[in-house]
């Protein structure tokens, strides 16, 4: 596992954003698996920035995201379609049909998730995973106590996450309490892991992914078995780490 400390936010997301391009310039058609949240927004404003500079080109790029509300069409502002779109596939020259986000509308959930892994068996498996990281531990949906070896699947969102993603809806009511993600498995299956994080409110839980025990209690904390991590940090968020 390799620690990168950045200076502040902006700092980590440039960081970020290098390795990501760089994976992109070694291999044009790379698999990268995506994101969403506040931690990856400036990573991927970075990105655009360099497209539109000419220096990197996302038109044989693949993309897989980690998860999406079920219930959610892809049309909805707080869906991670709309997301996805929004910040980066509507500003570079990526092929809209080779980026995948889970269907939130299948309300068959074994379907769904049987699709998702279709396709990420298909794309032949992730380059390189974006993460962030949650407050207890989650990697894209999948809470404290999931099981490690888990593909895609439905989980229901702790009151924890709803409460947490709650502010960007209009009431909590309209949160949704289930989502399709993308498994631990799935994710320990990637070549490459980078996970970014930013804020000390995310010191202890990196320190307890990292240097504590692994455990489904602490979904991150599986990383430390992965052969080829990039965690990089603000000051802040390692704060907690020599």
């Not at 993309?63 to 570079?92: A, C, V, W």
């Not at 380059?127 to 593909?151: K, R, V």
């Not at 804020?199 to 990196?206: P, S």
Request: net charge negative; hydrophobic share 40%; proline share 4%.
């Amino acid at each position: 596992m390799k620690i990168i400390k950045a200076k502040d936010y902006n700092d980590m997301s440039r960081k970020a954003a290098n390795i990501i391009s760089a994976q992109v310039i070694m291999k044009p058609n790379a698999v990268l698996g995506l994101a969403t949240g506040t931690t990856p927004i400036g990573a991927y404003a970075q990105l655009v920035k360099w497209y539109n500079k000419g220096d990197i080109d996302f038109s044989e790029v693949t993309t897989i995201n980690l998860d999406e509300y079920k219930g959610l069409d892809g049309t909805h502002p707080q869906s991670y379609r709309y997301f996805m779109n929004e910040h980066l596939f509507n500003h570079i020259n990526i092929d809209i049909n080779n980026t995948h986000v889970p269907n939130g509308k299948d309300e068959d959930s074994d379907h769904a998730c049987e699709e998702y892994n279709r396709i990420i068996n298909k794309a032949g498996g992730i380059d390189l995973q974006l993460l962030g990281i949650g407050l207890d531990g989650h990697i894209g949906f999948n809470e404290p106590g999931t099981a490690f070896e888990l593909g895609t699947h439905c989980v229901k969102l702790t009151e924890s996450t709803i409460q947490a993603n709650s502010r960007l809806f209009d009431s909590i009511d309209e949160v949704p309490k289930e989502a399709y993600t993308m498994g631990v498995k799935t994710i320990m299956q990637a070549r490459k892991v980078l996970m970014i994080a930013s804020g000390a409110n995310k010191a202890e839980i990196l320190k307890e992914s990292f240097f504590g025990p692994v455990t489904p209690q602490v979904p991150a904390s599986i990383l430390q078995m992965h052969p080829d991590v990039i965690l990089i940090a603000d000051k802040e968020a390692l704060s907690l780490i020599e």
